[in-house]
């Protein structure tokens, strides 16, 4: 019998797969993907600064195999995401989990 969980894993994974032209590498694994959300962070701009830096967060499914597990991330641990196919690739470092459910994990890079 197929449980709801299984299946809003499985619609969850193919959504993902659809809305993301991103890929990242993680570790041993490479090629996974990955939603990048670029948001403008206001709490951290402090008066008069002359530019905003974007909050970068990286939507990853929630899974060892075909992405990252809570238990594998790692405060300052890098991972690579190439934007879009024809981009080229750039290195962040992981700082915090912002969300986590039972299909997805998003984590702020910097």
Known sequence: MTTFTDVFDQYAAAEMDRSSNATADFGSRTGLSVMLDFTEDSSQILPGAR???????????????????????SE???????????????????????????????????
């Not at 530019?51 to 991330?73: C, V, Y």
Request: aromatic share 6%; proline share 5%.
């Open 51 to 73: 530019h905003r830096s974007p909050k970068i967060t990286i939507t990853f499914l929630n899974d060892a195999t075909n992405g990252i597990t809570p238990d594998e991330f």
């Open 76 to 110: 300052g641990a890098q991972v690579t995401v190439t934007p879009r196919a024809e981009q080229t690739a750039r290195v962040f470092r992981m700082s915090k989990i912002t969300k986590q459910s039972t299909s997805f994990i998003t984590i702020e890079v910097h």
